[in-house]
């Protein structure tokens, strides 16, 4: 059963038209109906203009700052032609948690996303706050935002369990799943493959440029809410961001999806093993089993011990030159700009071969769907693209992260530290959101925290 209809084989074929140049931002061209991979994206994020105010410029990614551009409805201390802006916002309030119900309306956080509140301050170039900061923090556009409905999962599968097994059903109804030996292995897939960031016509909503802060909040729980719009006000009002790389704190399972933490990725294929690996803010390794089965009996499915892992553990088949996986027994993190995920998060990723018109292999389609009943009210899915470069034969190799901490919440801030120089430091619990407890201690006093079971629980 397909949730919002079927669809057809001419649409695909028009939604997935590749060139050697430029990728459109769609779905993989599978040739037939599938239950649960490569359903049409209706909104492609690439044709959407950035929502925030910002003075990010060029590229997919917006990597380049420029200090003389200005992308926003109004500049720092100004208010836009026809909003009326509410008394009390994101950048005026002194207690975010009594908000509550202005939450839903952009105008509360002056119709800017998610990143473009993390770069208000500056950050590498001249920021956007203004001179009476917080208060005078320009404002983004009210009349821009990336459709919830492109950002949901148009799958009907309630967990991902449910996703693995109808899509291994239908893979077994077309005489898979295919048993690879070295000698038929996709190895055109194994090699080197250009920055995300960097790939042309590659943007998704996750990076959080283009959405709207209440479409984010519309798919998270309560609680979910809650901690995101905590991120925002300490991005945008306390400028006391808390990035776990700033301190070589460990980089969760959805970094790997954020614009800048993973550059090129390096990908190896054997027969009962994927590898793909990338870095920049970390080393992200996904170990993907080929043909075996979850241990069933414990908190979540597991290969290993019952014990969360940073990046989760991955099982998967092939259909054909198809990969399909299924991961969990993830450990709940944040992604700064973005949402944070819980324990119970799981995903179904598909990566499936992108080819010109000749059959020539080019790269990778990458669709993943996540689901985590605790920071989710319904699942969500990403596509993005891999565009191969070159094999290993050619190119720099990997070159392994090593953080090296010299940056400490000194006060509640991140502040940089001299060898030799001597400062009292608070061991910071790394299983109890230790960002969150820096901001409550030093940034939270007098508000009014709603009461909770356990705020610091990613169980």
């Known amino acids: 059963m397909i949730r919002n209809g ?66 926003g409805s109004a500049r720092a201390g100004e208010t836009p032609p026809g909003i009326e802006p509410l008394e009390r916002d994101l950048f005026t309030s002194d207690d975010f948690y009594k908000d509550r119900e202005l939450w839903t309306d952009p105008r509360y956080f002056r119709c800017n996303s998610p990143g473009a509140i993390e770069d208000l301050w500056g950050g590498n170039a001249q920021g956007l706050i203004g001179a009476d900061a917080p208060r005078s923090a320009a404002w983004g556009y009210c009349d821009r935002d990336y459709p919830r409905e492109s950002i949901v999962s148009p799958y009907p599968f309630a967990t991902a369990q449910e996703h693995y097994e109808a899509l291994r059903e239908e893979t077994r109804q077309r005489g898979g799943p295919t048993e690879h030996t070295y000698a038929t292995v996709p190895g055109e897939w194994t090699g080197r493959y250009m920055h995300p960031g960097r790939t042309p016509n590659n943007q998704y909503w996750f990076r959080t440029r283009h959405v709207q802060m209440p479409t984010i909040l519309s798919i998270l729980t309560e609680e979910y809410q809650t901690r995101f719009v905590q991120e925002a006000y300490h991005q945008g009002n306390t400028n006391a961001a808390q990035w776990p790389s700033s301190y070589c704190w460990p980089e969760g399972f959805m970094r790997r999806w954020h614009a800048a933490a993973v550059w090129e990725h390096h990908i190896m294929v054997t027969p009962s093993m994927v590898q793909i690996l990338a870095g920049v803010a970390r080393n992200f390794i996904t170990n993907i089993h080929i043909g075996r089965e979850f241990n069933m009996e ?60 000749d059959g020539n292999f080019l790269g990778i389609n990458h669709e993943a769907i996540f689901y985590d009943p605790e920071a989710l009210v319904e699942p969500v899915r990403i596509i993005r693209n891999y565009v191969k470069t070159s094999g290993f034969e050619e190119g720099d190799p990997y070159v392994f992260i090593e953080c090296i901490q010299t940056i400490f919440p000194i006060d509640g801030r991140a502040t940089p530290v001299s060898p030799g120089q001597v400062i009292e430091y608070k061991v910071p619990d790394m299983y109890g959101r230790p960002w969150a407890q820096i901001w409550e201690e030093y940034f939270e006093q007098g508000m009014e925290k709603p009461e909770e079971q356990d705020i610091f629980s990613f169980d």
Request: charged letters at 20%.
């Open 298 to 357: 414990g908190t979540v499915p597991r290969l290993g011990a019952d014990v969360p892992r940073w990046y989760g553990e991955t099982i998967g088949f092939w259909d054909e030159d198809t990969l399909i996986t299924w991961t969990s027994n993830i450990q709940g993190w944040k992604t700064h700009a973005s949402i944070d995920h819980s324990n119970l998060m799981q995903t179904i990723e598909i990566y499936t071969p992108n080819r010109d018109e």
């Open 6 to 71: 079927a669809w057809s084989i001419p649409v695909l074929a028009a939604a997935c038209l590749w060139g050697s140049s430029a990728l459109a931002q769609q779905v993989a061209d599978i040739v037939f109906r599938s239950v649960g991979r490569a359903a049409p994206l209706e909104h492609d994020l690439n044709q959407y203009e950035m929502t925030g105010a910002t003075r990010r410029t060029g590229g997919q990614a917006g990597f380049r700052r420029d200090p003389n551009s200005f992308t």
